[in-house]
């Protein structure tokens, strides 16, 4: 039998409070001396008493849940953005329901979800979704944060690193350390992620007639493996490569390897996120740091905000990274 | 303005049905012909209907909601665990609530989300917790499954890898293949995982009369990397070391590369996991591989047979893996 019978009543009685002391007390923000919380507290613990945050949920209307969907909980740095999330939201009173999207898009499925559990907030990672989608969660007033995907035009609020500026700065550092011949290994196609990088990796070599050869990795380790090995078995193969995300990049790395070219004495591979594995003696990956506990608090801050005031207008933040130079690109002389 | 206030009596209206029909067509497994079904739905959308899962979930008292609680989203092993929790329960209608517990402990706190928002079930996975927590969810009747945690006379159900079996596997192939200067990469302390491999592994050993050097390795790429750093600098080195999980392997792989110690050729090493790196050219790792997609549905199939029959006793299930031979072990002839 469930302990779930023993209610606010009773916890009121036992302690000598009223009952409305005691919703107080469980209510978060909500005025009551130290001395009567701590009084409530120990009554409702020897009873075995906990508020019902569903029952509370239809009366506030706030259920302190966050829809989180996240495509690719594989690739490490989305994996480790997720418990960060899930840390910062629990220090500010919100809990995660947590959606793995399995194919990339978000679906009616995933949508009808954070609906139907009234979440009070949606964020959504590494997942495309159309602005119908957007449309539906803001209808319900569902505020929606998009962290590191960037839809033109979109009608909610975005935290993204720039990814434009990181592609730019690593075409330049390429230029600036002397190579000549360069080549794009890009994500999924369609992720606003890639595209932008390698917009941004484009303009910066236009400065110098150049052009990126192209291939495709599916932001992937084994397809960053694949493409390395066919750009590297060019006639003339490329002496830069630059990777969407580093988990290609290693791959590109270890495709290196095994063809016995050297890096970077025979080719520079530079990456792009700064996971943990980058760091790894073997790999010494030179790579785009994103700032990732700045861009989570600027996400958690931004949904409260417009959970807390529906007039709230979406905002849309670009946060910068910086280049992480470890011991995979070679100053080039001619 | 929510559009939440359009109620199923608006969707019977729009579509000219009754209103127990329109809760017949949102409940799953209600009977309804699919040609009223598609007439409800089609209602439904038009006037931006959901049903409210909470409100539902008061009357029906399931919420179909199952708490996760994951101790290191980091390890890939985990990450990859989460995914395939959230898909596998999914498809049988359910939701996850998620927590990263940042302590390796299972709290007060997490207990008492899962329990203020009355989830159907709760699964535990790499995190340790008390009896008195598991007796917390049972008291108020929600089943709790152990995922590849093993507490001795547990009263939950536990689903966990075979982990003594493996130790004294990867122990025997040690000896087969002809080692005789044995070490243990052990994980985090007081874990079931590590502790079990350790003792298998010890089995194993004593039949020869041999003793195995032990080492702490967090369970993390560094502490594995340190404690091989150690072990390899040893006067008399070890020929063979077990590491009790993958990412620790990896990190003693590279210590050896670093240290000029050839793989397999001057010392052999064998995981436990199978993590998807562990197949990446440059590690090649022999490892333990654990049935991960067996292991959670039998984890999803015995939790929902106790939220659907609280009668249901606890189950132990055992599963036993095997050994991927891979390149970082060698034969051995003296």
Redesign the interface.
């Known amino acids: 039998?469930?302990?779930?019978n023993i209610n606010a009543s009773d916890v009121a009685k036992f302690s000598g409070v009223s009952q409305s002391t005691v919703s107080r007390v469980f209510t978060p923000g909500a005025n009551v001396s130290e001395k009567t919380r701590r009084r409530v507290l120990q009554a409702a613990n020897e009873l075995?008493y906990?508020?019902?945050?569903?029952?509370r949920?239809?009366i506030t209307q706030k259920?302190n849940?966050i829809g989180?969907a996240m495509g690719d909980?594989?690739n490490?740095f989305y994996?480790?953005i997720?418990?960060k999330f899930?840390?910062g939201l629990?220090t500010k009173g919100y809990?995660?329901?947590?959606?793995?999207t399995?194919t990339t898009d978000i679906q009616g499925?995933e949508v009808?979800?954070f609906?139907?559990?009234?979440v009070d907030g949606v964020i959504i990672t590494d997942a495309l979704l159309s602005s119908s989608v957007v449309t539906?969660f803001l209808?319900?007033?569902i505020p929606v944060v998009l962290f590191n995907r960037y839809i033109e035009d979109c009608p909610c609020s975005i935290v993204c690193c720039d990814n434009i500026l990181g592609g730019t700065k690593i075409g330049e550092h390429f230029l600036n350390t002397g190579h000549q011949r360069l080549a794009f290994i890009a994500g999924k196609r369609n992720t606003s992620t890639s595209k932008d990088r390698e917009k941004g990796f484009r303009e910066a070599l236009r400065q110098k007639d150049l052009e990126p050869l192209l291939e495709f990795g599916e932001y992937t380790?084994h397809g960053g493996y694949a493409a390395a090995v066919r750009l590297l078995q060019m006639e003339q193969r490329p002496d830069g490569i630059f990777c969407a995300n580093d988990i290609m990049a290693?791959g590109a790395l270890?495709a290196a390897?095994?063809l016995g070219i050297k890096v970077p004495d025979d080719v520079s591979i530079i990456g792009f996120d700064d996971i943990?594995?980058s760091a790894?003696?073997?790999y010494s990956l030179t790579t785009w740091q994103q700032p990732v506990d700045f861009m989570i608090q600027a996400a958690i801050d931004i949904l409260i905000q417009e959970i807390d005031d529906s007039a709230q207008e979406p905002q849309h933040r670009l946060i910068q990274g910086g280049l992480i130079a470890r011991n995979s690109v070679q100053l080039r002389t001619t």
């Open positions: 039998m469930r302990k779930k075995g906990h508020p019902n945050a569903i029952a949920g239809l259920t849940m989180i909980v594989k490490p994996a480790e997720l418990g899930s840390y629990r809990h995660v329901l947590f959606v793995n399995d499925e009808s979800q609906l139907e559990y009234n539906r209808e319900n007033d380790y290693l270890d390897k095994q943990g594995m790894w003696p073997p």
